[in-house]
């Protein structure tokens, strides 16, 4: 089984082609768009 991708910071999720799609009281949620559809994957917030 996989699991989601998380990226520690928003510049690292950007590098790698994933652009900001919603934001959560604990995470921000990024998305890449790939031929099979989308690849979505989490940026933490800092505390």
């Not at 910071?9 to 995470?27: H, L, M, P, Q, R």
């Not at 768009?33 to 800092?46: D, E, F, I, K, Q």
Request: charged share 20%.
């Amino acid at each position: 089984m996989q699991g989601i991708m998380t990226f520690a910071s928003i510049e690292e999720a950007v590098k790698f082609g994933f652009t900001v799609c919603d934001w959560t009281s604990n995470a921000v949620v990024v998305r890449k768009r790939t031929p099979g559809g989308w690849m979505n994957a989490l940026v933490p917030h800092r505390r």
